[in-house]
């Protein structure tokens, strides 16, 4: 079982940056692929980006391609989240969520291909 802690999230001015960061404990983390979802309020979980397990290959939403970036440190059990030139509609709750596999893909985009999801942390983006 794993469990997922995200931090991070806050309230900043549109333009502003963020960096989430998801901490992963009970299990070996370098077989997870990882991604990261959103959901505003009144509307559908959506996907952000995701990376895969030894982090050498990324996917993105069309929404966050080229402002925000995804990484993890496996020696850490971490992934991270940078947030550049924030929108309002970025405004979510966001989650962190892990799934194992063997592959090395990183396009997982489905909430239905996760195992494993974190609380969520909220980010505001006001302008």
């Known amino acids: 079982q794993v469990q997922l802690v995200e931090s991070g999230g806050g309230s900043v001015q549109a333009g502003d940056s963020l960096r989430l960061s998801c901490a992963a404990s009970?299990?070996?983390?370098?077989?997870?692929?990882m991604g990261w979802f959103r959901q505003a309020p009144g509307k559908e979980r959506e996907f952000v980006a995701a990376i895969n397990r030894i982090g050498g290959m990324t996917s993105y939403s069309d929404s966050v391609k080229g402002r925000f970036t995804m990484s993890r440190d496996n020696a850490k059990s971490t992934v991270y989240l940078q947030m550049n030139s924030l929108k309002s509609e970025d405004t979510a709750v966001y989650y962190c969520?892990?799934?194992?596999?063997?592959?090395?893909?990183?396009?997982?985009?489905?909430?239905?291909?996760?195992?494993?999801w974190g609380q969520g942390t909220h980010v505001t983006v006001s302008s």
């Open positions: 969520a892990a799934t194992v596999t063997t592959s090395g893909r990183a396009n997982y985009i489905s909430g239905n291909e996760y195992n494993y």
């Open positions: 009970g299990g070996t983390f370098s077989l997870y692929a």
